[in-house]
């Protein structure tokens, strides 16, 4: 049994949309995903209902809110196969997630000792760790990418060595879709003792992590990357390294006693959650981890992967396109040129056609610095596209090219 | 009596209630009959954390049997705490760890059975179940 | 003409609600305030309509979303009447404002130098502080409160001196109310060239502050306090000031550009906003603030001052209750006890009667520190609630008082 | 001709197209007859913030008015440019400086309006704006 397609698109309000006249075809999802009612239902409930501040409060409200929230920390638990929920932080997504670890790690860490990060990266997974080890003496090391925007796994094996003492690879790249070997990477890096945080941004709305069998120590995701809202996502850690890391922010709920002379901090995971949290963002996000679920993820994974192959395929019919990342692992994301238009010529024409692609360097300048290009088009595919919308995109770039010839 | 005969009994004393104004008289006024516990053993070590009102728990063996005493700040605490001292004191370590606690739900305090309730109802059920696993071992 | 507060009350659809079988009256408005229709519908809106993730992004939606999220700055802009809007840094609330700028000053001060808080604080402007002091060796001192719940005002004085470089207090204390000396304490930092950072967490609600006139260097505001949603906020600062401060996540759009060996930063206010805002936050906080202006700030407050004076004068009939927090200059909160009755006590039977209150620390321990006791019962007014309510909750509180005693 | 009449004329010309593939046609071709920057002058400095694709300008005092030139890497930033000089090349800086951009909107180029808009249109106005501040100073 496949998707019921149409049944799915009508989740989607947003899907009805017209743009420049044109029906909205959607294809930017790897930048953030569309909403699906049920989680917008959750919202609205939310507020309408049961809206409070949570944790010690005696109200009714209060304590509803309370439920409502751990109960979505449990969802993201369960849906990862973690062992604690008090192993998820809430946090405002991937990027104060690993801003988080990168702190933190920072008071850990001695001169001299060495991190690993791979050329495959969002600036997301790697600014936090320039500015740690401009503070630190840390030394930053690359895995190099392959042109087939693979990484270099020799390279990784060189890298490591006594004085690693943390590697930090995305799952999925944003920019190519590639897949990376991280059970290896993890395996690799921890049988010399370092420790590995996966950026599973990219990889949460394709693939159902299993966290306790990847045995990864740190893994983070958006929301708003997998059908949920905007301002929030998680940051998983073991216990043992969340037990290492110093407190991030300062504030309410992650206390234990505050005095002036001295405070003490609260136990996990509320140690990492300063302040009143996005309250109603953990609660959509675990509405969110519902509809995925209830769809089915192996479903998703290969209705996507049917569409990648046909775009892939009908793409390359088109002369002078190239397709950035070709690893025979990949989401569904197609990174592409046509020749030496530039990326926004195309992107500009397809948005009068209605069709939304992402153009530019995807927040991931180090692959465009290494195939020496400006940027690419990047068309990324979800579970609510369909092969029709894929002929009006293959369609639109040749119209496009034709234009700008 | 056995954990469940008591469990029964309680259930059937706050069935004379009928609206839950009652029920709360009862539940301090059963607060105010809570074995105390002695001031020596009123230390940090034994608050039982997740409440907003400080509540000890001390317990001992006497005749493989555990007796409880403790005490909070509040008066419902107290009340929540004796309720689930009468139905624990005085048995052995293993029934109260067989033991379930679907009564406080029968005697219409769901409410504080949710694990975040800033009462600590949950956190208070663990930590009894603690005492017994500890004693339980040390009986074995 | 007041306020029509029967069509007020409609916009709130949760007040509707009813709790343990009574019809809710909801006094928990300084931990969060509710939410009416206007936002919500502009939260559905958004994600049924312009959902994408914004800046760079040449399709229709991405620049939708764009102008949506950046004309929310500029209603926060406008309502606090700052001048240019890069200097309005969106956030995830209050707590990590303060992060913000506690993380970034301590990178400018030196060992020995002084920074002034105040004994009325939040913990989320006290802690922040603490873990720079720890790392720094700047030194904490502390402006003490009156028995009347007020700042000493002369003490504040000799605290000052050339050594103090920043000074934060909060604008109206959360635990008692207390409307702080906001002017004096700017006036009197800045002319020993100290500057201030203003936690408006609690005025933003029920004060119209004017920033360039009140001439503060940072000022923070959590949107749902002031009717937005949950998982934002904002940090005025000084243009001044916001290039003085480094970074303090890395990511994706704060940056210029991004290679291995060097990274440059993006311009404000992008500098402080890395990775996926919350895009949807940051449109319906605007909301909010429109919401809120059509009312009226000035109705507001003389309303939710009548309901102060009202409440207090019924309240203080009780016998043995005691009012914390007793300056003429406060906003509509009363926190009290009555005897020796534990606050909880009186916090969960008023809850069985439908009425919401706060009871506790109010995360603000060295206040509760400083009266001696483990808390207190916090009852806190908005404009949507009623003369009627309060008349319950005096009911309530005797009733109360009655079955515990 | 004066900004308005050259603008009135761009209006006209746009105003002949139907649909927005023809107008983007057209701009396209606008933009190959964009009068091109000297190589020397196409550094960072003269880049405008804002684009997506990259945008030189530079501009020179040639009798009292003031010359553009300019480039992009993508030719329908290099259209919109091409426009924007049309106007306003071989102008008295004051002149520059009063005159507005509505007929961006007459042409239905709207939607680039925006001052978000990765293309940066905004910018442009706003950088060919300073020169003619930065020339009118010295004319003064
Ligand atoms: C005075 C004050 N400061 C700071 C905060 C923290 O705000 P948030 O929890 O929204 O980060 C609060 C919220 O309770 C507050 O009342
Ligand atoms: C691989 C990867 N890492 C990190 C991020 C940053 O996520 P966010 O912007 O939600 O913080 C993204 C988002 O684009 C991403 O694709």
Redesign the interface.
């Known amino acids: 049994m496949g998707l019921n397609i149409e049944k799915i698109r009508a989740d989607f309000p947003i899907l009805d949309r017209k743009v420049n006249g044109q029906q909205l075809a959607y294809f930017d999802n790897a930048a953030t995903s569309q909403t699906p009612r049920q989680v917008i239902n959750s919202i609205v409930k939310y507020y309408e209902t049961i809206n409070a501040n949570i944790h010690r409060g005696v109200h009714t409200l209060s304590q509803e809110a309370t439920d409502a929230y751990e109960a979505g920390r449990e969802k993201v638990r369960k849906h990862f196969n973690v062992q604690h929920s008090h192993e998820i932080i809430f946090t405002s997504g991937t990027t104060h997630s690993i801003n988080l670890v990168a702190s933190g790690f920072g008071s850990l860490l001695q001169k001299g000792d060495e991190i690993i990060v791979s050329a495959l990266e969002h600036h997301s997974n790697i600014v936090p760790w320039q500015m740690m080890c401009e503070k630190t003496g840390v030394v930053l090391k690359v895995i190099p990418m392959t042109l087939s925007g693979e990484l270099d796994m020799e390279k990784y094996t060189q890298l490591l060595s006594a004085k690693t003492k943390l590697v930090f690879v995305n799952h999925v790249s944003n920019a190519l879709g590639t897949i990376n070997p991280i059970e290896k990477i993890i395996s690799q890096a921890h049988e010399i003792g370092a420790a590995v945080l996966i950026d599973g941004a990219q990889a949460a709305p394709h693939i159902k992590a299993d966290l306790q069998e990847l045995d990864v120590d740190f893994y983070t995701v958006s929301a708003h990357k997998i059908c949920g809202p905007t301002g929030v996502g998680i940051l998983y850690g073991k216990e043992e390294w969340l037990r290492k890391l110093p407190p991030y922010q300062g504030g309410g709920e992650m206390i234990a006693e505050v005095t002036f002379e001295e405070t003490t901090y609260a136990d996990l995971p509320h140690k990492f959650e300063a302040g009143t949290p996005n309250i109603c963002g953990g609660i959509a996000f675990g509405a969110a981890l519902d509809y995925m679920n209830q769809i089915g993820f192996d479903k998703v994974a290969s209705y996507e992967h049917e569409l990648l192959t046909y775009a892939t395929e009908k793409l390359l019919e088109i002369d002078g396109l190239k397709i950035y990342g070709e690893s025979l692992q990949k989401t569904a994301v197609i990174s592409f040129n046509v020749g030496n238009i530039h990326p926004y010529d195309i992107g500009t024409l397809l948005d009068k056609m209605g069709i939304a692609v992402r153009t530019g360097h995807h927040c991931a300048q180090p692959i465009m610095d290494y195939f020496q290009i400006p940027g690419t088009i990047r068309a990324s595919f979800s579970f609510y596209n369909t092969f029709e919308e894929i002929d009006r995109l293959v369609g639109g770039v040749k119209k496009s090219v034709m234009m700008l010839s | 009596m056995s954990i469940q005969e008591i469990q029964n009994e309680i259930v059937e004393e706050f069935s004379l209630f009928d609206d839950?104004?009652q029920r709360?008289?009862y539940m301090?006024e059963l607060g105010k009959s809570l074995p105390l516990i002695e001031d020596q053993y009123k230390m940090d070590e034994n608050i039982i954390?997740g409440c907003?009102?400080?509540v000890w728990v001390h317990a001992e063996l006497n005749d493989d049997k555990i007796v409880f005493t403790a005490d909070s700040?509040?008066?419902?605490?107290k009340g929540i705490i004796a309720i689930l001292i009468r139905a624990f004191s005085h048995q052995h370590p293993k029934d109260i760890l067989d033991a379930n606690t679907d009564f406080i739900d029968e005697i219409g305090l769901k409410?504080h059975l949710?694990?975040?309730?800033?009462?600590g109802l949950v956190s208070m059920i663990k930590q009894l179940k603690m005492y017994a696993i500890a004693y339980q071992t040390q009986l074995n």
Request: proline share 5%.
């Open positions: 839950w104004m709360y008289e301090i954390k907003q009102s400080r700040d509040a008066i419902i605490t409410e949710s694990p975040t309730r800033a009462n």
